[in-house]
């Protein structure tokens, strides 16, 4: 049966959900039986056969257990130093969908980085919404998901004059992404993100979060 969520999303990159119950299944133990067996046979020690899988397993990292809590920790890696936590991000995305999303990404942070060097007494960044924001929403379908948060941008003026900086914050903006639940976790498959440069209406309203031109 489809779920279907709506209201609050996880806020923090610390929240742990309980991770989705599955049957217990046979073939893993009737493998691991067989390839002892097949070692033994031929006196090849279990741990050369077991190291290299453990170590693939760390190296690609887990899913997550909310794909909320996804998208969450996807946004977190958007935040300063972002280009050191290019690797945290991968983990969070479906396999064949990383080059793509990642340089999704990359193109991202650069916007953000040209409105910083144009201005070098700005500093701007991403930051979560409104908590709770009534429009953030969850719809799960079985193994895939929809999953909006808003996020608005943060702009600190820096000014010596006064030995410290004037903030303004943008209208909050949806980040909205699909997911998909794998062996362990879920994972992020593609992200509609709202535009960085943008346009200011008359009734305050933007179509992104900087004026760069």
Same mark, same amino acid.
């Given at each position: 049966? #489809?779920? $279907?969520?709506?209201?609050? $999303?996880?806020?923090?990159?610390?929240? $742990?959900?309980?991770?989705?119950?599955?049957?217990?299944?046979?073939?893993?133990?009737?493998?691991?039986?067989?390839?002892?067996?097949?070692? *033994? *046979?031929?006196?090849?020690? $279990?741990?050369?056969?077991?190291?290299?899988?453990?170590?693939?397993?760390?190296?690609?990292?887990?899913?997550?257990?909310?794909?909320?809590?996804?998208?969450?920790?996807?946004?977190?890696?958007?935040?300063?130093?972002?280009?050191?936590?290019?690797?945290?991000?991968?983990?969070?995305?479906?396999?064949?969908?990383?080059?793509?999303?990642?340089?999704?990404?990359?193109?991202?942070?650069?916007?953000? #980085?040209? /409105?910083?060097?144009?201005?070098?007494? &700005?500093?701007?960044?991403?930051?979560?919404?409104? #908590?709770?924001?009534?429009?953030?929403?969850?719809?799960?379908?079985?193994?895939?998901?929809?999953?909006?948060?808003?996020?608005?941008?943060?702009?600190?003026?820096?000014?010596?004059?006064?030995?410290?900086?004037?903030?303004?914050?943008?209208?909050?903006?949806?980040? /909205?992404?699909?997911?998909?639940?794998?062996?362990?976790?879920?994972?992020?498959?593609?992200?509609?993100?709202?535009?960085? *440069?943008?346009? &200011?209406?008359?009734?305050?309203?933007? /179509?992104?979060?900087?004026? *760069?031109?």
């Amino acid at each position: 049966m #489809d779920r $279907v969520l709506t209201g609050d $999303v996880l806020r923090g990159p610390d929240v $742990v959900l309980p991770k989705p119950t599955k049957r217990r299944r046979r073939w893993p133990w009737i493998i691991a039986i067989i390839a002892t067996a097949v070692a *033994c *046979c031929l006196a090849v020690p $279990v741990a050369v056969i077991a190291v290299p899988l453990i170590r693939d397993t760390i190296a690609a990292g887990h899913g997550s257990n909310a794909p909320q809590e996804a998208l969450l920790k996807f946004m977190y890696t958007m935040q300063p130093p972002a280009d050191a936590k290019r690797g945290q991000a991968e983990p969070l995305i479906v396999r064949n969908h990383r080059t793509e999303l990642l340089q999704q990404r990359a193109d991202y942070l650069g916007a953000i #980085d040209a /409105t910083n060097h144009a201005h070098p007494d &700005l500093a701007a960044k991403l930051a979560l919404g409104d #908590d709770p924001n009534p429009q953030d929403a969850v719809t799960i379908h079985g193994d895939d998901a929809t999953v909006t948060q808003y996020w608005r941008a943060e702009f600190d003026f820096a000014q010596p004059q006064i030995g410290g900086a004037l903030g303004y914050t943008s209208q909050s903006l949806p980040w /909205t992404a699909t997911a998909h639940h794998d062996r362990d976790g879920w994972r992020l498959v593609t992200i509609t993100m709202p535009p960085w *440069c943008g346009t &200011l209406h008359d009734d305050g309203t933007t /179509t992104g979060y900087a004026k *760069c031109d």
